[in-house]
Every structure is written in C-alpha cells, then in structure tokens.
T-cell receptor, first 113, second 114 residues
Framework: EDQVTQSPEALRLQEGESSSLNCSYT??????LFWYRQDPGKGPEFLFT???AGEEKEKERLKATLTKKESFLHITAPKPEDSATYLC??????????????FGSGTQLTVLP | GAVVSQHPSRVICKSGTSVKIECRSL??????MFWYRQFPKQSLMLMAT?????????EQGVEKDKFLINHASLTLSTLTVTSAHPEDSSFYIC??????????FGDGTRLSIL
C-alpha cells in the first residue's frame, strides 16, 4: 500500500525567510509525484508533477525536487500570499488504470508580513 | 486551461434530504473523474472513481447506495448524497483528468446537514 508522509504539519515563516517542505513516500514503483496548493475552503491547485529521481521543477518562488524516497518543496523568499496548505500525492502501479492519487496530510504554511 | 467547476459551493439542508453535486470540466474532456471527501485539517480521502459511461468504482467503506455517482458525459459527473444525515456533513471535492494528465480539482462543496 502506498504511503505518503509530509512534514512539518505546520510551518510559520517570516516574509523572505526561505525554507523547505518534505514529502516522504513508500510506493511499489513511482508513476508520478504531485504537489498541490490548497487555500482554505477551496480545492487543491496543481503545482508540479515529478516523475524520476533527480528531476526538478520551478514556478516563481517554488522549486520541487525528487529523490527515490522523498520530495522537497523549496520556498525561496516567501510572501504572505504563499500561505496555504501544500499537499503531496503519489501515483503508482497500484493506482490501477484510473491513476488514482494517494495524498499526504499536508503542510500548513503561514508566511507572516 | 484545465478548469473544473463544482456546484453548489455550499449546501445546508435538513436530515433526510438528498443532495446533488455537479462537477464539470470546462475546457477539456475528462476521461476520469474522482470524488473526494475532506474532514477539517485532514487530507483528501478518495471516495470513488468514475469513467464516462461506466459504473463508478467505490473505495472500501464507501456505500455506493448512499453516494450515487453518475458520469454521463466527458464533461460532467454528479454525486448524489441520498437521505443525508448529520454524519454526512463534510467538504466534498471532485477532480477530473484527461488520460495521463494530472488531476485538476473543483473548489469543493461544503455540505451541512441539520
């Protein structure tokens, strides 16, 4: 069974204070690792997909990296508008042809002005 | 691109009422749609997966007679919570994907059963 563990559960940063969020996973063959951002009362917003160890993707102040056991979401010089819950999810052969996702419990990020 | 619209955004109704939630992919054809439930400060729990024109596949522990899913077209799926009770109160979220593309999510429906 696929497992996804995110840490920390909550993170408070000052504006401009860079940090990283962690997503550790256990799967029997990774098809893809996904990062989403979720604002309160909203559905998740797609950020990145990573497929293989060593892959990196960037979008504005966010950079996602992947190893064989974990992924990091690096936030450089965050702004208050980056405050949200960041969700990590994996897809594996056990997802079947429907390509279901297994989600972690998320990291709630608060960036203080 | 990849916009998913979910309606209504909030429903408040009496116990015993059936509630229908719509999920539409606005700018792409969704070969697969998913329905999730999310409790406060918890992650998304997959309820069921549906492919257009096929019966939905429900996750273990999800009552298919309680949560009726219809995926009538490549752009529309509906979730009907039948005879809803207070324990069904939750945040329901749909997502849609086209073939191997990532899932894109609607903005969710907050269901409150009195």
């Amino acid at each position: 069974e696929d497992q996804v563990t995110q840490s920390p559960e909550a993170l408070r940063l000052q504006e401009g204070e860079s940090s990283s969020l962690n997503c550790s996973y256990t799967v029997s063959g990774l098809r893809g690792l996904f990062w989403y951002r979720q604002d309160p009362g909203k559905g998740p917003e797609f950020l990145f997909t990573l497929y293989s160890a060593g892959e990196e993707k960037e979008k504005e102040r966010l950079k996602a990296t992947l190893t064989k056991k974990e992924s990091f979401l690096h936030i450089t010089a965050p702004k208050p508008e980056d405050s949200a819950t960041y969700l990590c999810a994996v897809q594996s052969p056990s997802s079947g042809s429907a390509r279901q996702l297994t989600f972690g419990s998320g990291t709630q990020l608060t960036v203080l002005p | 691109g990849a916009v998913v619209s979910q309606h209504p955004s909030r429903v408040i109704c009496k116990s015993g009422t059936s509630v229908k939630i719509e999920c539409r992919s606005l700018d792409f054809q969704a070969t697969t749609m998913f329905w999730y439930r999310q409790f406060p400060k918890q992650s998304l729990m997959l309820m069921a997966t549906s492919n257009e024109g096929s019966k939905a596949t429900y996750e273990q522990g999800v009552e298919k007679d309680k949560f009726l899913i219809n995926h009538a077209s490549l752009t529309l799926s509906t979730l009907t919570v039948t005879s809803a009770h207070p324990e069904d109160s939750s945040f329901y979220i749909c997502s849609a994907s086209h073939r191997n593309q990532p899932q894109h999510f609607g903005d969710g429906t907050r269901l409150s059963i009195l």
